[in-house]
């Protein structure tokens, strides 16, 4: 049975009033210190198959040596890889921070967009990554879902579907739209500190009593 509009506002209350005792995600931790649409985009970009601690600590040190685009596009790729070090493919990465930084140069006016599109169309840019810029940075409605979101919102019975493509979808249709822009990072740091992809820790979870378990084997 779908899960009634009253159900999600208390499963999200309750996580929200939780997750302040759980380890933010670096996204975030970027986003509490600047809202800035570029230092978001470019953190998001070390962040893929990246671990939080080790994205948090390579954005700032870059950050450190540029936080706009022209000074960024400046910089040799060798140094953008030495300060973001050790983060997953870095030397591919850096190369593709360089080039963005190019590209906002020379058609956008140095300015992350601020449309789906425009970021799409810019080189190492999903939908993840365009969604996170345009929700925490601009400040703009929308849902950004990864793997994260997509299992949970299917485990807590929110959505049923197959695909974090579809999730975001059918989040659309169901989610109150003043939980769209937090969703993501909630969903995040609860999935990172307590429901895990294997082996959730349901018994120091704040909605189990709320949680049909769906698809979970094995639980702590």
Not at 12 to 23: F, G, K, N, Y
Not at 49 to 56: L, S
Not at 103 to 131: F, I, S
Request: include cysteine.
């Amino acid at each position: 049975m779908p899960r009634t509009v009253a159900e999600i506002n208390r499963i999200i209350r309750t996580l929200t009033a939780t997750s302040r005792d759980w380890s933010p995600t670096a996204v975030g931790i970027v986003a509490e210190e600047s809202h800035d649409p570029f230092r978001i985009l470019i953190s998001c970009l070390i962040s893929l198959r990246t671990k939080d601690e080790v994205t948090a600590a390579a954005s700032t040190r870059l950050f450190r040596l540029a936080t706009a685009a022209r000074s960024m596009a400046e910089l040799p790729s060798s140094a953008i890889a030495r300060a973001i070090y050790p983060a997953g493919f870095y030397r591919t990465k850096a190369t593709t921070i360089r080039e963005i930084c190019r590209t906002l140069l020379e058609r956008h006016g140095g300015r992350v967009p601020d449309t789906m599109e425009a970021l799409l169309a810019l080189k190492g840019v999903g939908r993840k990554t365009a969604n996170l810029v345009l929700t925490i940075g601009f400040g703009k409605a929308g849902i950004c879902v990864d793997t994260h979101v997509h299992r949970i919102s299917n485990r807590l019975g929110i959505v049923e579907t197959r695909t974090p493509e579809h999730t975001e979808s059918a989040l659309r249709q169901v989610l109150p739209r003043r939980h769209w822009i937090p969703y993501n990072d909630l969903l995040v740091t609860f999935g990172q500190n307590v429901c895990k992809p294997i082996s959730p820790l349901c018994s120091r979870c704040p909605v189990a009593a709320l949680c049909p378990q769906i698809d979970v084997g094995t639980r702590r």
